[in-house]
Nanobody, 120 residues
Framework: VQLQAFGGGLVQVGESVSLSCAASGRIFSINDMGWYRQGPGKQRDLVARISRGGRTNYADSVKGRFTISRDNAKNTAYLQMNSLKPEDTAVYYC???????????????WGQGTQVTVSS
């Protein structure tokens, strides 16, 4: 199983950026998908996650600004980030909890980090 992240880059304060995360390989089912981020000198923290059924959770710092969604048919999750702030600058890591076969337990797979830099 591989998770490939797309998007990110350098933006100005108040602008928007979109991330996507596509899972591929031998996949029976994907439970939660989401993103963590790690800013300079900080620990990796949960940003947002979404269940297969569409239930979402957000970090307090991004509520009202970020929106997570997913397309189960494409095994892909999306993170729309609006009204970006300098403190949103971080490497964003997507993840998915994947069962490769019926009856398997779910394992967490990570995508490569993608840099988001918000410049003031």
């Amino acid at each position: 199983v591989q998770l490939q992240a797309f998007g990110g880059g350098l933006v100005q304060v108040g602008e928007s950026v979109s991330l996507s995360c596509a899972a591929s390989g031998r996949i029976f089912s994907i439970n939660d998908m989401g993103w963590y981020r790690q800013g300079p000198g900080k620990q990796r923290d949960l940003v947002a996650r979404i269940s297969r059924g569409g239930r979402t959770n957000y970090a307090d710092s991004v509520k009202g600004r970020f929106t997570i969604s997913r397309d189960n048919a494409k095994n892909t999750a999306y993170l729309q980030m609006n009204s970006l702030k300098p403190e949103d600058t971080a490497v964003y890591y997507c993840y998915g909890n994947v069962a490769q076969n019926w009856g398997d337990s779910y394992a967490t797979y990570w995508g490569q980090g993608t840099q988001v830099t918000v410049s003031s």
